[in-house]
T-cell receptor, first 114, second 113 residues
Framework: DQQVKQNSPSLSVQEGRISILNCDYTNSMFDYFLWYKKYPAEGPTFLISISSIKDKNEDGRFTVFLNKSAKHLSLHIVPSQPGDSAVYFCAASAGGAGSYQLTFGKGTKLSVIP | DAGVTQSPTHLIKTRGQQVTLRCSPKSGHDTVSWYQQALGQGPQFIFQYYEEEERQRGNFPDRFSGHQFPNYSSELNVNALLLGDSALYLC????????????FGSGTRLTVV
């Protein structure tokens, strides 16, 4: 039973436009959420996180939105750049930012077309 | 500043054998976690080590064991390898409170034949 779901395996976006990556979760105990980006032959790289006490967190071109009632979060990338092409993983933990264990989704492959 | 270093990068083992994977955490980090990423899946938590003790364990059998050394480096051991153990094994390091997310290594690609 997948507790973190990324229902879109892939997404293509034109350079300069907005990329929106979605993630749903089922475990109500999750209270901290993270996004990671992964290039081929590299490990995942931390992008941005959000605590369940917030509904938005912004860092440069990246914004994460959290809708707790819908158990849904999304990552917005504006403007999208070719270098953003990668697999994006949504991850969640229970126990706050100091939690030991991350639960990951299967990932969404983003392709930004020049 | 070196990030997380994992060795080897690739290896091939025969079913039933044993394997040891190694991880050196990012400088300044004291906590090491291990994840298994099967093809087409997200990483799955195996266990985490802090102060040379296993602090938490995911849903993996006892064939998976680990160790953390005084210099914070870590090993992952898998006994009696199965074909299904073929995966990318990722090591992630952090401070004991990973408020800024874990730092992952590039992983070890294990193929069991």
């Amino acid at each position: 039973d997948q507790q973190v779901k990324q229902n879109s395996p892939s997404l293509s976006v034109q350079e300069g436009r907005i990329s929106i990556l979605n993630c749903d979760y089922t475990n109500s105990m999750f209270d901290y959420f993270l996004w990671y980006k992964k290039y081929p032959a590299e490990g995942p790289t931390f992008l941005i996180s959000i605590s369940s006490i917030k509904d938005k967190n912004e860092d440069g071109r990246f914004t994460v939105f959290l809708n707790k009632s819908a158990k849904h979060l999304s990552l917005h990338i504006v403007p999208s750049q070719p270098g953003d092409s990668a697999v994006y993983f949504c991850a969640a933990s229970a126990g706050g930012a100091g939690s030991y264990q991350l639960t990951f989704g299967k990932g969404t492959k983003l392709s930004v077309i020049p | 500043d070196a990030g997380v270093t994992q060795s080897p990068t690739h290896l091939i083992k025969t079913r039933g054998q044993q394997v040891t994977l190694r991880c050196s955490p990012k400088s300044g980090h004291d906590t090491v976690s291990w994840y298994q990423q099967a093809l087409g899946q997200g990483p799955q938590f195996i266990f985490q080590y802090y102060e040379e003790e296993e602090r938490q364990r995911g849903n993996f059998p006892d064939r998976f064991s680990g160790h953390q050394f005084p210099n914070y480096s870590s090993e992952l051991n898998v006994n009696a390898l199965l074909l299904g153990d073929s995966a990318l094994y990722l090591c992630a390091s952090s401070l004991v409170r990973p408020d800024y997310g874990y730092t992952f290594g590039s992983g070890t690609r294990l193929t069991v034949v």
